[in-house]
T-cell receptor, first 109, second 117 residues
Framework: GQNIDQPTEMTATEGAIVQINCTYQ??????LFWYQQHAGEAPTFLSY??LDGLEEKGRFSSFLSRSKGYSYLLLKELQMKDSASYLC??????????WGAGTKLIIKP | GAVVSQHPSRVICKSGTSVKIECRSL??????MFWYRQFPKQSLMLMATSNEGSKATYEQGVEKDKFLINHASLTLSTLTVTSAHPEDSSFYIC?????????????FGQGTRLTVV
C-alpha cells in the first residue's frame, strides 16, 4: 500500500530552527510537495522536490532523498506566524497526490 | 500561481437539505478537479476525482449518490451534498489541475466550512 509518515506534532521556539521529516512508500514517484495549512484554511504551497538534494526558498528549505524515500522541511528563524500544520504529499505514478496526516508545529515565544 | 476560487466559504444548512459548493479555475483550464474533505485535526481525505466531461471517480467509502459531482466545463466543478446530516459537517476543499500540470503544485480553493444543524 501507499504510505506517508510524518510526526503528529512538534514544538519549537521563536527564532530557532526546526526540521519536519517525511518518509514515504508509494507506487511510483513524480515529486514530493510540502504545504502549509493554518487552521480553518486551505493548504498553501511551500515547495516541490523531484530530484535529490536541497531546495532553498527564503527561510524554508526542503530536502529529498529518493533512494531513502525521505524528505524534510527545514524552517529557519521561526516566527509565531509559522505555527501551522505542515503537510507532506507525494505524487505517485498516476500523478495522484498521496497526503501525509500533517505535522502540527507549535511555536513558543 | 494559478487561482482557484471556491464558493461559498461558509454555509450552515438544516438537516435534510442539499448544499452546492462551486469550484472555479479563474486563469487556466482545469481538466481535472479533486474534492477533499477534512475533519478537525486530520489530513485531507480525497473524496473524488473529476475529469471534465466525464463521470467522477469516487474513493472507496464515499457515497456517489450523496456527494454529487459535476464537472461540466473546463473551469467549473460543483459538489452537491444531498440530504445533508450533521455528520456531513466538515471542511470541503477543491483543487484543480490543468493540462500538463501533473508535475506541478495542486492549486487549492479557499475551502468551504459546512455546518449541518
Amino acid at each position: 500500500g501507499q504510505n506517508i509518515d510524518q510526526p503528529t506534532e512538534m514544538t519549537a521556539t521563536e527564532g530557532a530552527i526546526v526540521q519536519i521529516n517525511c518518509t514515504y512508500q508509494t507506487s511510483g514517484f513524480n515529486g514530493l510537495f510540502w504545504y502549509q495549512q493554518h487552521a480553518g484554511e486551505a493548504p498553501t504551497f511551500l515547495s516541490y522536490n523531484v530530484l535529490d538534494g536541497l531546495e532553498e526558498k527564503g527561510r524554508f528549505s526542503s530536502f529529498l532523498s529518493r533512494s531513502k524515500g525521505y524528505s524534510y522541511l527545514l524552517l529557519k528563524e521561526l516566527q509565531m506566524k509559522d505555527s501551522a500544520s505542515y503537510l507532506c504529499a507525494v505524487s505517485d505514478s498516476n500523478y495522484q497526490l498521496i497526503w501525509g496526516a500533517g505535522t502540527k508545529l507549535i511555536i513558543k515565544p | 500561481g494559478a487561482v482557484v476560487s471556491q464558493h461559498p466559504s461558509r454555509v450552515i444548512c438544516k438537516s435534510g437539505t442539499s448544499v452546492k459548493i462551486e469550484c472555479r479555475s479563474l486563469d487556466f483550464q482545469a481538466t481535472t478537479m479533486f474534492w477533499y474533505r477534512q475533519f478537525p485535526k486530520q489530513s485531507l481525505m480525497l473524496m473524488a476525482t473529476s475529469n471534465e466531461g466525464s463521470k467522477a471517480t469516487y474513493e472507496q467509502g464515499v457515497e456517489k449518490d450523496k456527494f454529487l459531482i459535476n464537472h461540466a466545463s473546463l473551469t467549473l466543478s460543483t459538489l452537491t451534498v444531498t440530504s445533508a446530516h450533521p455528520e456531513d459537517s466538515s471542511f470541503y476543499i477543491c483543487s484543480a489541475r490543468g493540462v500538463g500540470q501533473g508535475e506541478t503544485e495542486a492549486f487549492f480553493g479557499q475551502g468551504t466550512r459546512l455546518t449541518v444543524v
